[in-house]
């Protein structure tokens, strides 16, 4: 039976026929892997998915954590997942072997992953956080940092969290309060809260490494004063043991719509419930230089920007896929021009409108896939790519990429999961189903690591204008070397070509026209509607590229695709019209709003 979870046949189109990573072997990093490694490492995830993830989401769900005040209580399903996955070796797949990892290719271990956050996302929430805690450190952290800290998280044996948020700041960093006070012993003290702490507590390994945003005193004011520190939930001592408690305070969880397998907490640092050796507060290590805190989370805030993305894909993917499954399998109604009310019902597959639906769902999930693991193939032209032109080119199309990466599919699959209840009728918002689970989960990632609020206003307000537009710039001319492999078909890819050049041109334009008067209120006042217009284009490009790489092939799968595609260009792409008319208009509808008029 096909899984229900995501869609190995689509993986191997997009990492083979599409991506082909199997040339990366070629590189030096990558020499002792094949094609039959990467398959097994996704055979490998998908099994421990499927077996050790999958079957306890549901009970993850309806049995939370709970904190009686002195610990926070698990279900045990939970412990053995995390154990089996880090047996695996999973947590170091894409890093350095001389850490412990498999030193796989990202786009391998992000299509990996995928299968955790498919299957589970409050258990997957635990090994994304840790791995980007120690990715971070491996190219921040000292030495003796990534011997202490990074070397047991990759075992498994620690957890990593970020703590940035406060309750008065929220996503405001330059309002961070928390304060780092150097003691004698050339480490620091950590006074302060930070509220959302993802993973922030809990018994399911030996530890967790906090990297927390603090400010050193006399340091400059807003973000360029940020310093980041790790701080243990347990000291641990030079030979690696664990020492006493270090003075981290849970002070409450939060209780979310989605994820509630994972703890989400509330922290105190230094609020004088431990005090090791006698002194107050939190004892903390300094990651790199002083003030340069913001630099460095901007390592993981970017990584878990793009798995963001992915985990949004997903849950739009599992949705989709069970929805589906449900369609095929429901009988109910007959055809249109059928008269006989004594024959056999049909399938709701059958009904055009249900089809609808279902390709809605397939174009937004498979095209956010194609997304998501592009940004990874990117990446890992950035890290191994063999001149230093071709990597500037990968980081400058991937920064302009990232906040399409994260916020595209955290909107529109979470639109797939509302369109899977659709499907299932009035089951779909029973918790007896699926689907209402997957919906609810995903309902939190359009605000995870920032709104689109917010990275609207990064990708017009930095990143298509940063070097003079140099991103943009690149968008543009990869997305034409497309259009121009398409207008050689000279059918009906040259049309969805010629259609994309038109909605790039006025990305271009409506991006020249919002600047031309150097007022920035006005330009972004409607950044989420850039965003999301800009985004839409960007997928119709991914879709391009997929139809290109599915050209002359036949059978069901390609058939499948090409009319995902079809549908993208026929029904998706013509909403930025309206959006880029808006855009281009500079209307100062929302900015005018006097808020006593609400």
Not at 36 to 50: C, H, M, P, Q
Not at 198 to 206: A, F, I, K, M
Not at 493 to 504: I, K, R
Request: aromatic share 8%.
């Amino acid at each position: 039976m096909a899984s229900l979870l995501l869609s190995r046949r689509d993986l191997d189109f997009l990492l083979y026929e599409w991506l082909d990573v199997e040339s990366l072997t070629a590189r030096p990093r990558f020499a002792d892997h094949s094609r039959e490694t990467f398959d097994a490492a996704l055979d490998l995830s998908e099994t421990i998915a499927t077996r050790h993830f999958a079957p306890h989401n549901k009970k993850n769900d309806a049995e939370e954590p709970r904190f009686d005040g002195t610990r926070v209580h698990i279900i045990p399903e939970v412990r053995e997942a995390l154990r089996v996955f880090a047996d695996a070796g999973l947590i170091g797949g894409a890093m350095d072997a001389e850490v412990g990892g498999m030193q796989l290719p990202g786009v391998v271990a992000d299509a990996c992953f995928a299968w955790f956050q498919a299957a589970n996302v409050g258990t997957a929430a635990y090994p994304f956080l840790t791995v980007g805690n120690a990715n971070l450190l491996l190219a921040h952290g000292s030495a003796p940092q990534v011997d202490t800290y990074v070397r047991p998280m990759v075992e498994g044996r620690f957890t990593g969290t970020m703590c940035l948020s406060e309750p008065q700041a929220g996503s405001s960093l330059a309002d961070v309060r928390t304060r780092a006070e150097p003691a004698a012993d050339g480490s620091y003290r950590l006074f302060g809260n930070k509220m959302w702490i993802s993973g922030g507590d809990h018994e399911l390994t030996e530890n967790i490494v906090h990297l927390v945003l603090a400010r050193i005193p006399g340091g400059p004011p807003g973000v360029k004063g940020l310093s980041l520190f790790i701080v243990p939930k347990y000291l641990v001592e030079p030979d690696g043991t664990l020492g006493e408690r270090n003075d981290v305070v849970l002070a409450g969880l939060n209780h979310k719509m989605g994820y509630r397998g994972t703890t989400n907490t509330l922290l105190n640092f230094g609020e004088g419930a431990f005090r090791p050796g006698g002194a107050p507060g939190a004892v903390g290590h300094l990651v790199g230089e002083p003030h340069r805190g913001l630099s460095y989370m901007f390592h993981m805030m970017n990584e878990a920007r793009i798995g963001v993305g992915l985990g949004a894909t997903a849950l739009g993917y599992t949705g989709y896929l069970h929805a589906l499954d449900y369609a095929r399998s429901r009988p109910q109604g007959r055809p249109l021009t059928g008269k006989d009310a004594a024959a056999p019902q049909v399938p709701i597959i059958e009904h055009a409108d249900v089809r609808r639906m279902l390709l809605a769902q397939k174009s937004y999930v498979e095209g956010a896939l194609a997304l998501i693991l592009y940004c990874g193939r990117l990446l890992d032209e950035q890290r191994t790519a063999a001149s230093a032109e071709e990597r500037d080119r990968a980081r400058t199309l991937l920064d302009v990429l990232t906040p399409i990466a994260k916020s595209w599919p955290s909107q529109w699959c979470l639109e797939a999961n509302s369109l899977a209840i659709q499907v299932h009728g009035g089951y779909g918002y029973t918790r007896e189903y699926d689907v209402e689970q997957f919906y609810r989960d995903n309902r939190l990632n359009p605000i995870h690591e920032g709104t689109h609020g917010i990275h609207g206003l990064d990708l017009l307000g930095r990143k298509v204008v940063a070097d003079g537009g140099a991103g943009l710039g690149l968008l543009a001319r990869t997305v034409s070397a497309t259009t121009a492999r398409a207008a050689a078909t000279q059918g009906e890819l040259a049309a969805f070509g010629a259609q994309l050049d038109a909605a790039m041109a006025q990305v271009i334009a409506v991006t020249g026209r919002l600047w031309a008067d150097g007022d920035p209120q006005t330009a972004l006042a409607n950044a989420s509607v850039y965003l999301e217009a800009v985004g839409h284009t960007v997928l119709a490009w991914i879709w391009l590229e997929q139809l290109l790489a599915a050209d002359g092939h036949d059978g069901d799968f390609h058939e499948g695709k090409r009319q995902a595609g079809r549908y993208f260009f026929r029904y998706e792409l013509p909403r930025t019209g309206p959006q880029f008319a808006l855009l281009e208009s500079l209307d100062r509808t929302t900015l005018d709003m006097n808020p006593d008029h609400f």
